[in-house]
């Protein structure tokens, strides 16, 4: 039991790493990267949240969020870290090798120092923090940047036309600052996720190729801005034909007139005397101007006059005659509320019966809203043609695997209408505006969602690695074997950066989270999916025909209401994942057990533990606290993470000096 006080207090000693660098003796020693670390720590950790400790025998390279190559720092992550305080110059900075630094999720403050030193570096995620100050002019000397996130902070001031010359930019977030001016002409040809909405940014949107892939919400709450692309017309500051200012005022010259012609007017040249024919003729043309605008107004009256005269009739005729078939739906007994893709039968039954929708029909409701900063890659229209392949069936509804015309893969979520049918149009809509705001590595990014009458479908990207549970269980026909602990040990952190990052950021839970709602990303890093959305269903719905898997990671209060569920219900459902990781058990295969009893259950089950009884202990006791039955018993996701990333610094400290 000292271990779980020890993961739960976290008494942890703190060597005096800023003390150390301080001293010449000793900084003339370590590591030029090293030193740069603790020197960033010095004012950006004020909480002493990063445990970095210089020893006889230390490896700076096994630090907290630090990655190297051939003995140089090239990626340096502490996203939601608890990290309080400043990034002062000359820190980081310094990491000449760096690729990757991404510090969001924290809360550093003040201005961000020069980083054009960073040469190498590719991606900068600074978003969520309390930054301020004017935009960071070193950026756009970083021309191998490819993500920039300044999200969530308060910079102000113009944003520098200088930004068009980072042509490798596929990644630029801007929202919720106090950026205003006018918005530079971004054309990069890679930017595929852009947002600046939020700001305070004014005048025409330019009208780029590229920001015209952008839909009015990467713009959004910038009220100033107008142009085609947000929606809004730009007003002229002067009419085309005003007449001279009141009280004589003087008239400014006309465009192109030069500079000596003003100065003799002003000295008291007259204006030239403008002769009765001249005004004659300038009559003749404006009645004939006036003229023609008069008859070509009638001619489009009498147009328009016409085709509402036939419309009306097509559609009284139309509403009078027989209803024809779906050629989508022919089981269904009328033609679906949205006409366009009948929806109420999808297209995505099974991947070969698929069958395009009549051209002949337009769309008369509903649409496809993508999330905030998302181009709009593909119309619901090429979606529902798109082949498709049932991947599973979950609590909350059917998922497919949808190939688009134009090569592109989304994973593509049908909502249970059952289920979610006790939440209005409004309140899904702003659900899925929170939900598609969520953004980190360790979670599969909602792009999109569409609703119409009775139909709801939830876009995401497609991970082609599969999940967590086809890789714990293996196929059906195959004994599951265990995973090797330190697997165990990195997934669990991922599902806790992402579960951490969701409750931090929003009040939002995943409320669903088990094995089959993790997928394994490129790198096959653990990526939560299928989050956030339990809360739309019904009291009650989620529980119908659920299986036995699913009922054993609900929180013993969320089996009794689902609208008792919060964060601490996550947590639960954590614990029952980490056993069922280290052990390869289904969870309602898992015994009733007291703490104490948990370890020897495990290692029983594991046979081949290799004498890491010690360390699969601590990933035990963290499971253990998770699942406590009451949820005044359980930590929060922070602390959880915290707890596992500290066994981890435990593990590599304990390997260093073997």
Not at 26 to 41: E, G
């Amino acid at each position: 039991m000292h271990v779980i006080a020890s993961l739960v207090f976290f008494i942890f000693p703190l060597s005096a790493a800023a003390g150390a660098v301080s001293s010449p003796d000793l900084s003339a020693l370590i590591p030029n990267d090293a030193a740069s670390l603790l020197a960033f720590k010095t004012s950006a950790d004020l909480d002493n949240a990063l445990h970095y400790s210089l020893t006889e025998r230390f490896d700076f390279c096994q630090w907290r969020g630090v990655k190297c190559a051939q003995g140089r720092v090239v990626r340096f992550v502490l996203q939601g870290s608890g990290l309080r305080g400043s990034f002062a110059p000359a820190t980081l900075s310094r990491l000449d090798q760096l690729r990757v630094l991404s510090l969001q999720n924290n809360s550093l403050s003040g201005p961000v120092p020069d980083l054009s030193p960073l040469s190498s570096l590719r991606s900068l995620f600074l978003g969520h923090n309390h930054f301020s100050g004017p935009f960071p002019a070193s950026i756009v000397s970083l021309h191998r940047l490819r993500v920039l996130d300044l999200s969530f902070n308060n910079f102000s001031g113009l944003l520098p036309p200088s930004l068009t010359v980072l042509d490798r930019l596929d990644t630029l977030r801007l929202e919720w600052n106090r950026f205003n001016g006018s918005l530079p002409p971004l054309n990069q040809t890679l930017l595929g996720s852009f947002n600046v909405s939020g700001n305070n940014l004014t005048g025409p949107v330019p009208a780029t190729e590229t920001l015209s892939r952008f839909g009015s919400s990467s713009f959004s709450y910038n009220p100033g801005l107008c142009g085609e692309t947000v929606n809004r017309a730009c007003r002229s500051k002067e009419p085309f034909f005003g007449g001279p200012p009141a009280g004589g005022a003087s008239v400014p010259a006309p465009l192109g007139q030069s500079a000596e012609s003003q100065g003799a007017a002003a000295i008291g040249l007259s204006p030239p005397l403008v002769s009765p024919k001249k005004h004659k003729k300038t009559g003749i043309v404006l009645g004939f101007t006036v003229g023609v605008l008069v008859l070509i107004s009638a001619v489009a009256i009498v147009f328009a006059l016409i085709k509402a005269r036939r419309n009306k009739s097509g559609d009284e005729s139309r509403s009078i005659g027989p209803k024809e078939p779906s050629a989508i739906a022919p089981d269904v007994a009328e033609p679906p509320p949205f006409s366009a893709v009948p929806i109420q039968k999808p297209v995505m039954e099974a991947k070969g019966n698929v069958e395009e929708a009549p051209p002949r029909v337009q769309r008369r409701s509903g649409c496809l809203v993508f999330s905030a900063g998302e181009p709009e890659l593909y119309t619901l229209e090429q979606l529902m043609r798109g082949s498709a392949e049932l991947l599973g069936r979950g609590s909350m509804g059917t998922t497919y695997k949808a190939v688009l015309d134009n090569q592109l893969i989304v994973t593509v979520k049908r909502l249970d209408a059952n289920k979610t049918a006790s939440t209005g149009e409004e309140a899904f809509k702003q659900h899925m505006e929170a939900v598609g705001g969520l953004r980190h590595p360790n979670m599969v990014p909602v792009r999109a969602y569409f609703q119409a009458k009775g139909e709801r479908l939830v876009i995401f990207d497609y991970m082609p690695n599969g999940s967590l549970y086809n890789l714990i269980h293996g196929s059906r026909s195959a004994r599951a074997k265990p995973l090797h602990w330190t697997s165990c040990l990195k997934i669990a952190e991922d599902v806790a950066q992402g579960l951490g990052y969701i409750h931090q950021s929003s009040r939002l839970i995943h409320g669903n989270l088990k094995s089959s709602n993790i997928l394994l990303g490129p790198d096959f890093e653990a990526c939560l999916t299928d989050y956030c959305l339990s809360t739309l269903a019904a009291e009650g719905s989620t529980h119908d025909h659920e299986d036995p898997d699913s009922w054993a990671c609900r929180a013993p209060e969320a089996r009794k209401s689902p609208t008792r569920a919060g964060p601490k219900s996550d947590v639960y459902a954590f614990g029952v994942l980490l056993l069922e990781l280290l052990t390869g058990r289904h969870p309602s295969q898992h015994p009733y057990l007291a703490p104490p009893e948990m370890p020897g259950w495990v290692q029983a089950v594991r046979e081949d533990h290799d004498g890491e009884d010690h360390r699969l202990g601590m990933l035990v006791e963290v499971a253990a606290v998770c699942r406590s039955a009451s949820p005044e018993h359980r930590p929060i996701m922070w602390q959880v993470l915290k707890m596992i990333q500290e066994i981890k610094e435990t593990v590599m400290a304990e390997d260093s000096n073997a």
